[in-house]
Antibody, heavy 115, light 107 residues
Framework: EVQLQESGPGLVKPSQSLSLTCSVT????????WGWIRKFPGNKMEWMGY???????SYNPSLKSRISITRDTSKNQFFLQLNSVTTEDTATYYC?????????WGQGASVTVSS | DIQMTQSPASLSASLEEIVTITCQAS??????LAWYQQKPGKSPQLLIY???SLADGVPSRFSGSRSGTQYSLKISRLQVEDIGIYYC?????????FGSGTKLEIK
């Protein structure tokens, strides 16, 4: 059974970078696609992007050039970096396996952007 | 981007009642529509994919349907464990987009 677990700082200062790790067990990230989704206070959900089994990426244009998703196949982990954060990036961040739809999710990492 | 207009925003219903949530897509997405359930304190879970296919382990009281670009999630007999927030999501093209969510409560 695939399991995903997010980890990273829960508090980030404005203008800094947000970095999260998704550790995957029970399934290789060299298969399928692996994505990041966030849920804002007030329940809005936003797809941020994904990294494929080959390492190619696709990002939400709304995040412009602030986002980067990378991976370490030796550790079966993939990563989110979001640069130049503002208070509007305060959200719960989820990693998920993506096969046209998100069929397995992590438990979520709450990130607050505040000075 | 494809907009998904979900309604209602909140819903209070009695046990055993039939509940319907709808999503309207801003353009043709075919059957590329999924529904997720997020129970309190939990991460979202896939309920339905491909408009009508139940994900593994999902009770048969859940069903999905489509009429043109309007998609519906039906719960045939509401149970207490069904409370939570429900989201639709189009999988037709990136950026993937979600509906605004429906908060379901027991009356």
């Amino acid at each position: 059974e695939v399991q995903l677990q997010e980890s990273g700082p829960g508090l980030v200062k404005p203008s800094q970078s947000l970095s999260l790790t998704c550790s995957v067990t029970g399934y290789s990230i060299t298969s399928n696609y692996w994505g990041w989704i966030r849920k804002f206070p007030g329940n809005k959900m936003e797809w941020m992007g994904y990294i494929s089994y080959s390492g190619s990426t696709s990002y939400n244009p709304s995040l412009k050039s602030r986002i980067s998703i990378t991976r370490d196949t030796s550790k079966n982990q993939f990563f989110l970096q979001l640069n130049s954060v503002t208070t509007e990036d305060t959200a719960t961040y989820y990693c998920a396996r993506y096969t046209d739809v998100m069929d397995a999710w992590g438990q979520g990492a709450s990130v607050t952007v505040s000075s | 981007d494809i907009q998904m207009t979900q309604s209602p925003a909140s819903l209070s219903a009695s046990l055993e009642e039939i509940v319907t949530i709808t999503c309207q897509a801003s353009q043709n997405i075919g059957n590329w529509l999924a529904w997720y359930q997020q129970k309190p304190g939990k991460s979202p879970q896939l309920l339905i994919y491909g408009t009508t296919s139940l994900a593994d382990g999902v009770p048969s009281r859940f069903s999905g349907s489509r009429s043109g670009t309007q998609y519906s999630l039906k719960i045939s007999r509401l149970q207490v464990e069904d409370i939570g927030i429900y989201y639709c999501q189009q999988a037709s093209s990136t950026p993937l987009t979600f509906g605004s969510g429906t908060k379901l409560e027991i009356k």
